[in-house]
């Protein structure tokens, strides 16, 4: 009973971390208006931490440059499990306009498994909430096989 | 043998206070609650929906199931047990309280001064924790936090002092249940007026020993991303979740105790008094509520400055006041 | 001291701002720039989308399978910039984005839109009917895979066979229906309808496949010889020569304008090429002789028997059919202005050295036989006081005494196209200035057809559009704008 109370606490209490790898702030933009008034996604107990460990969902925008790939390999390094890694446009999973430059790692897959893609270039604020929500529903199954 | 027998009982009932009522469970629960009411309202206040009121329930658990990590450079037998110190201090805490009707389950003669010295001891746990993680950042949040404590303590110490001398006359009044009695003869201390600048002076107070804005310098999420707690994951970032929580709830309840106090329900104590101690307890977090809603986070010395003479101000009035007999 | 109490206070009161999105579901604002819809029926595989698209989103995979190609279009939204590109260039629509923006997926290939559809494949290739063709650039233009270059200045159009994808978007543009899928044909030069014989190109043949007869007026091309080196097109200087399909089905421009003249009589042997001949020839297995000149026919049996297999193009000129009978045959030529210094330029930028000018004497004679009017001493006369025009019967040259000497100061001779200079001359636009050759540049080069060349100059000025394309391509620098 105690192990399913937890399993369903996992779909309703998921925090967010956020990296961005050299975004042009679009996404990160639209993952804030998340938690504005108008989207709230706080209703759902999403939640932004302040660090790596406290994080269920990390949530990664920008094409992953030389500079920020290191330090983005070891934050998700320090995030305990179970947790979920999220890419916000079409950056991570492909380097977008910046594919092929000298300075950008993209896409993610390369060095982490990738839970939820959302696409858009910048996703609108209602799909980050879709794609949030789905990894919530990813986490619970980790925690269940776990 | 009965002697054995009743020594058992005895035991057994103070594991069911400490544990149950109105110990661990109780206030975890009774905290959780606020925590989730003032979640909830605060999101009101910014005209959004806000997570349901059982929101910090599903954050604990959700943190019990988490991995707990331990850093490379922590030392990982004060690093567990340090949210652990907090939880108990806080849980015997509850025991001293006199419950509107209940009559506290450890009573003595100075009680307050214990309450005072266990009100540290949670503080004191998290720089432990935090000192042990080794984190740079969890260095700026315990010495912040240490400032933040010596910022309230001093007024603190006086408004527990005008309250003992209001209750005692000559003779300083130290015990929960002794306040709780001269109220139910004399009315409300809040109602007082001597005693209104110390009311509002622990009002202010209860934000800074919580933790939360603009008082929440020591764990400033945006800014030392929450400080002494940062290394924290899993279990014990839950417990220590936990212990905010029930210092919400251990403060609303000195509030009530000390400025509230008791109302002689009769036959309806048992009900009753738990409805006016909630009431009280959802009244005192609005306040603090409120405050959050409107305010941004203050400077390390301006929180201090703002102890030491405003907030200390507010109490030294009503001590001095009630020096005078008013 | 707290501006925002009040309003937290007061807040607590109001309805929320939130939209409940996951439970009342939200559509996007008009025209958002969501999920990329893909119509494979539509699409015609000119890759348009694919050189548009910045990020590289779109690729394409063409298979071979039995009846033609199929052919496979991936849009990977993970890699699209929602740009919206790629719909605004799709010439048939087949790409377009929608306001879907429910792209969330575990697996980021449920994210690639994909279609496919089979290609049948095209007969022939593009191929350009320069009758039609106003060198308007439009198919250059629109071309995906940049394979088609056009330069209005020289009236070239050239496709480069490797890189067309056959789409047919340049058929589809073309204004004038002057480009057609069809089967290659052999290449080769080309003669235009502006030729006057001069024999520069037959000078500069390094194989000698050409012959040119400036008495009998005729050109012909040995194609077997013929390297396709380009020598004489690059020679020619009226520009009448280009490199080009070897139609053998439709006449040239110059053929067609001779026909009427001469009633079609296609020589019974001829084996390619049926010239309109003159009834009254005697039987050439080759080649059509001159309608009006029996002596200049004799000698063509000879030449014929010279390149039996040859292919040859007799060129009963343009001016047979033009020129009255009964002037002579030299009407135009070169007209000695009053404001010669006698300097010699002409004399020594004539390519037929037809001009000759003596300093000492004030002399300046042309010999008419020679004299091809290729306007390149008008072009190169400083004094800008020579000009091609009609030569009265005074001073046309007869058979019998080919040099004609000018005497100074020239008597004046009437204006070249006094008709249409007149004519013009009230409008506003393009204007028309003396000492037209009418080699048709100007008509190749307007892009809206507006100008007529056909021995004399007119414009419509109603298709006319100002854009000066005539002016800046005019050789003789006649044209103006105003």
Redo the contacts between chains.
């Keep these: 009973m105690f192990k399913k109370?937890?399993?369903n606490?996992?779909t309703?209490?998921?925090w967010i971390y956020h990296v961005n790898t050299g975004s042009c702030n679009g996404c990160d933009i639209e993952l804030v208006a998340c938690l504005?008034?108008r989207y709230?996604v706080?209703?759902?107990?999403f939640k932004?931490?302040?660090?790596p460990?406290?994080a269920?969902i990390v949530v990664v925008s920008g094409p992953i440059t030389s500079q920020s790939k290191d330090r983005l390999l070891r934050t998700l390094e320090?995030v305990?499990?179970?947790h979920c890694v999220v890419t916000i446009g079409s950056c991570p999973q492909s380097g977008n306009v910046f594919k092929g430059s000298y300075s950008v790692e993209a896409p993610l897959e390369k060095f982490c498994e990738v839970d939820v893609a959302i696409a858009g270039c910048t996703p609108k604020p209602e799909a980050i909430i879709e794609g949030l929500y789905k990894a919530a529903q990813i986490l619970k199954k980790k925690?269940e096989a776990m | 043998m009965p002697d054995i027998l009743a020594r058992l009982l005895d035991v057994l009932v103070v594991a069911l206070h400490v544990l149950i009522f109105p110990g661990l469970l109780f206030a975890a629960v009774g905290g959780l609650l606020l925590a989730g009411i003032d979640?909830k309202?605060l999101?009101?206040?910014?005209?959004?929906?806000?997570?349901?009121i059982v929101?910090p329930?599903?954050?604990?658990?959700?943190l019990?199931?988490?991995?707990?990590?331990i850093p490379a450079a922590a030392r990982p037998g004060i690093y567990k047990a340090a949210p652990i110190i907090g939880l108990v201090s806080l849980s015997l805490m509850m025991l001293f309280f006199p419950i509107f009707g209940h009559s506290a389950a450890f009573g003595g003669t100075a009680d307050l001064i214990v309450i005072l010295y266990l009100l540290t001891i949670p503080a004191v746990a998290l720089i432990i924790g935090g000192s042990a993680s080794g984190s740079p950042?969890a260095g700026v949040g315990i010495s912040r936090e240490m400032v933040v404590m010596l910022g309230y303590e001093l007024p603190l110490v006086m408004v527990l002092l005008a309250v003992a001398k209001k209750v005692g006359g000559s003779a300083l009044v130290f015990s929960l249940q002794g306040i709780s009695d001269w109220q139910l003869t004399n009315g409300c201390l809040l109602f007082q007026w001597s005693m209104i600048p110390a009311a509002l002076a622990f009002l202010l107070i209860i934000p800074a020993e919580v933790g939360t804005q603009p008082f929440d310098v020591a764990e400033a999420?945006?800014e030392?991303?929450?400080g002494p707690?940062?290394?924290?994951?899993?279990a014990p970032?839950a417990i220590f979740k936990l212990n905010t929580a029930i210092k919400m709830f251990v403060m609303t309840a000195l509030f009530s105790v000390l400025f509230l106090g008791d109302i002689n329900l009769g036959q309806y104590w048992l009900l009753g008094g738990l409805v006016l101690f909630v009431i009280s307890a959802v009244l005192t977090i609005l306040c603090m509520t409120?405050i959050h809603?409107?305010?941004a986070r203050l400077k390390i010395e301006h929180l201090f400055k703002f102890y030491w003479t405003v907030v200390a101000g507010l109490a030294l009035v009503s001590l001095v006041l009630v020096w005078f007999g008013l | 001291m707290?501006?925002?109490?009040k309003?937290?206070?007061s807040?607590?009161f109001?309805?929320?701002?939130?939209v409940?999105f996951p439970e009342v579901p939200v559509d996007a604002k008009p025209a958002y720039r969501g999920r990329i819809v893909y119509d494979p029926e539509k699409c015609v595989n000119c890759g348009m989308c694919i050189k548009v698209c910045s990020p590289g989103a779109i690729t394409r995979t063409v298979e071979e399978v039995e009846g033609g190609e199929k052919i496979t279009y991936d849009i990977n939204l993970t890699s699209c910039t929602f740009c919206g590109t790629c719909q605004d260039f799709c010439g048939t629509k087949a790409i377009s984005l929608s306001e879907d923006y429910h792209m969330v997926a575990e697996d980021p290939k449920d994210l690639i839109v994909t279609g496919s559809r089979i290609k049948q494949k095209v007969a022939g290739r593009v191929t350009l009917d320069k009758a039609n063709c106003v060198y308007c650039g439009l198919c250059a233009r629109n071309c995906p895979e940049n394979a088609i270059t056009v330069d209005r200045a020289t009236k070239s159009w050239t496709i480069n066979y490797d890189e067309c994808v056959q789409c047919g978007q340049c058929i589809t543009k073309c204004p004038k229906k002057a480009l057609s899928f069809q089967e290659p044909k052999a290449q080769g030069v080309i003669m235009g309808g502006d030729c006057v014989f001069c024999t520069l190109c037959a000078k500069k043949c390094p194989v000698g496949a050409l012959t040119v007869d400036r008495a009998a007026k005729t050109w012909e091309i040995d194609r077997n010889a013929c390297i396709r080196c380009g020598a004489c097109v690059s020679g020619c200087p009226k520009k009448t020569l280009s490199m080009g399909d070897v139609d053998e089905n439709t006449p040239s421009r110059f053929e067609k304008a001779a026909a009427p003249a001469a009633p079609a009589a296609p020589a019974p042997s001829e084996p390619v090429k049926a010239a309109p001949a003159a009834p009254a020839a005697p039987a050439a297995p080759v080649k059509a002789p001159q309608s009006d000149s029996e002596p200049k026919a004799e000698h063509l049996p000879a030449e014929s028997a010279k390149a039996p297999e040859s292919v040859k193009k007799a060129l009963p000129a343009l001016l047979s059919g033009l020129i009255p009978q009964a002037k002579n045959d030299w009407d135009t030529g070169v007209i000695l202005g009053p404001d010669c210094i006698y300097c010699g330029m002409c004399m020594r930028k004539c390519p037929m050295e037809a001009i000759t000018v003596d300093r000492a004497s004030k002399s300046w004679t042309v010999d008419r036989e020679k004299c091809v009017w290729c306007g390149i001493c008008v072009a190169n006369c400083p004094k800008k006081t020579l000009r091609i025009g009609d030569l009265d019967g005074k001073t046309a040259a007869p058979e019998a005494a080919p040099v004609a000497k000018e005497t100074v100061p020239a008597a004046p001779a009437p204006k070249a196209a006094a008709p249409a200079a007149e004519a013009a001359a009230g409008e506003s636009g393009v204007q028309f200035g003396e000492g037209c050759i009418f080699c048709g540049a100007c008509a190749g080069a307007c892009p809206m057809g507006a100008i007529t060349v056909d021995g004399d100059w007119s414009i419509n000025r109603d298709a006319c559009i100002q854009c000066g394309a005539c002016v800046s391509t005019c050789p003789m620098g006649v044209l103006s704008m105003k």
């Excluded at chain 1, 932004?48 to 660090?51: I, P, Y």
């Excluded at chain 2, 019990?64 to 990590?69: D, R």
């Excluded at chain 3, 109001?14 to 939130?18: A, D, G, I, L, Y």
């Design positions: 109370i937890i399993a606490s996992m309703k209490s998921p504005t008034p709230d706080e209703r759902y107990g932004l931490a302040g660090t460990r406290h269920d320090q305990p499990n179970p925690r | 979640r309202v999101a009101h206040m910014q005209r959004r929906i806000g997570p349901p929101q329930f599903y954050d604990f658990f959700k019990m199931g988490k991995e707990t990590i950042f999420e945006t030392i991303c929450e707690l940062i290394e924290y994951s899993g970032l409120f809603a409107f305010t | 707290f501006p925002f109490a309003k937290a206070l807040n607590l109001k309805k929320p701002h939130t409940r």
